[in-house]
């Protein structure tokens, strides 16, 4: 199903952050790490979208999913795993994270968006009307700082956490 143009500015973050795990998942299968990096990157990702979209979420789009009782148990699971991603995001403000840890955010955060994307967004799309869907837009883009979809833009990775092909890895 097409993403309703309400939930665009969510999902155009969920790309960003789909993005890093899959340059994360990269560099941790080639064992190209320079880890202080990588948590910077984290942690500048956290601080410039995933603070307001946990929020935007937990704030405008939960309680309104809440509102039909065969999404409160997905709710919950997306409440509790955004619990478990701030603690992997405060771990990258300390610089705490190994490769391990890493890969395990990496893959965490991966699987809360797809579950956010293929199940929450799409049962909002079904259930809610028209004029609904344009009432939670106004919201979420209230909550969002003003973001429109035109408006999102995805942070360049660090030179130390860009993708490399394997030649660059090779000669390095």
């Excluded at 990157?41 to 979208?49: A, C, W």
């Excluded at 935007?56 to 065969?70: C, G, K, M, S, W």
């Excluded at 408006?151 to 390095?172: F, K, M, Y």
Aim: aromatic content about 6%.
């Amino acid at each position: 199903m097409q993403r309703d143009k309400n939930l665009v500015p969510l999902s155009h973050q969920h790309q960003h952050a789909l993005a890093l795990c899959v340059r994360i998942d990269r560099a941790t299968q080639a064992r190209d790490l320079d880890m202080l990096a990588w948590q910077a990157e984290i942690q500048q990702l956290f601080v410039s979208e995933i603070h307001s979209h946990f929020d935007a979420e937990e704030r405008e789009l939960f309680p309104v999913a809440l509102r039909f009782a065969e999404l409160g148990r997905l709710v919950d699971e997306l409440l509790t795993e955004h619990s478990l991603l701030r603690d992997y995001f405060a771990l990258s403000v300390e610089r705490s994270l190994d490769p391990a840890k890493l890969h395990d955010f990496a893959k965490k955060l991966s699987t809360h968006i797809r579950k956010e994307e293929r199940e929450l967004f799409e049962a909002l799309q079904r259930l809610l009307s028209t004029e609904e869907l344009a009432r939670l837009g106004v919201a979420l883009a209230k909550a969002l700082g003003g973001e429109t979809a035109e408006q999102s833009s995805c942070a360049v990775p660090n030179r130390a956490t860009r993708l490399r092909s394997r030649r660059e890895i090779e000669d390095s």
